[in-house]
């Protein structure tokens, strides 16, 4: 190695951010395996690459000792003498044992060795810039599809999406461009692991922050989101500005702002309610569209009784239960939903 080497390693350092020390003590230890393979396996050595000039000297380590045990690992008393008349019995001699054409081993090791620390260095990079963006929204293509895990391209590295993070009933292509949720960034031997959603309620959050300049803005906030991905979503949303309708700033012109995210999400229903302090208040709109006569809460068992008119009950449940259930799960709060009717049989009994 020559003077040239360490102005690749200058270069390096610039455009990389790799330090030069790190690359000098990783191919330090690089070339320690590599003399006692080559050069045998048994000696205590030091390699030593001079940081100024990339000179590169191997140094057997010798313990002096009174009766030399292991030519490779002791030296007697005289024979240190010889080098040094101050050495005593424990020291340690550091002996150049420099192989004629070692610096050729040293060459290729350094090559490998500097590769390698590119691909670590590059790999942190693209880890710290995704970990810092966990929970936030990324736009990429759809690289392939593998036993129905999806790789996306996001540019400098490649995201996951696994099956169970994907929407239920969607069609995925190759080549198709998606919006997606980052969950989980996580350290891998093979480099950072970029674990993508569709399906996460995080993902509505970040559309209506893009789409809503309320909401990006904070006068409008999202309390909460419900979501059955694929089929349907509850956002209860309200405004820190009484001049603002937040319902009105979420569905915008025309329903042009829910329009684009429901098509984001391949026509996802969305109802956009408004949340309340009153909890019966907010129940009573949590059940939209269907209309609520009546809320009986119960502070203490955190549950509440809700009354609908007769012919509003299948539409209070929802399908399979949908509507009420994404209702329990925005508010927090157990629902029981009956119609009049049964309310009314429920008292006289």
Known sequence: ??????????????????????????????????????????????????????????????????????????ISLDEAKRIDDKYQIGDIIMIEVTPKNFGRIAAQTAKQVVMQKIKEAEREVVFNEFAGRENEIVTGLIQRISKNIIYVDLGKTEG????????????????????????????????????????????????????VPE????????????????????????????????????VGFKGSRVKAIVNELNGEKIDIIIWSKNVGEFISNSLSPSKVLKVEVNEKEKSALVIVPDYQLSLAIGKEGQNARLAAKLTNWKIDIKSEKQYEEGKKE
């Open 215 to 250: 909401i990006h803005d904070g006068i409008v906030d999202i309390y909460g989101i419900s979501r059955e991905a694929g089929s349907r979503t509850k956002i209860a949303v309200f405004s820190k500005d009484p001049d603002v309708d937040p319902v009105g700033a979420c």
């Open 160 to 211: 996951v999406l696994p099956p169970s993070e994907q929407i239920e009933g969607e069609t995925y292509n190759q080549g198709d461009r998606l919006k997606l949720y980052i969950l989980e960034v996580k350290k891998t031997t093979k480099g950072p692991q970029i674990i993508l959603s569709r399906s996460h309620p995080g993902l509505v959050r970040r559309l209506f922050e893009l789409e």
């Open 1 to 74: 190695m020559n003077a040239e080497f360490i102005e690749a390693l200058e270069e390096i350092e610039k455009e990389k951010g790799i330090s030069k020390d790190v690359i000098f003590d990783a191919l330090e230890a690089a070339l320690v395996s590599g003399y006692k393979k080559n050069f045998g396996s048994s000696q205590n050595v030091e390699v030593n690459i001079d940081r100024e000039m990339g000179t590169v000297k191997v140094f057997a380590k010798k313990t002096v000792k009174e009766v030399v045990e292991d030519s490779f690992l002791d």
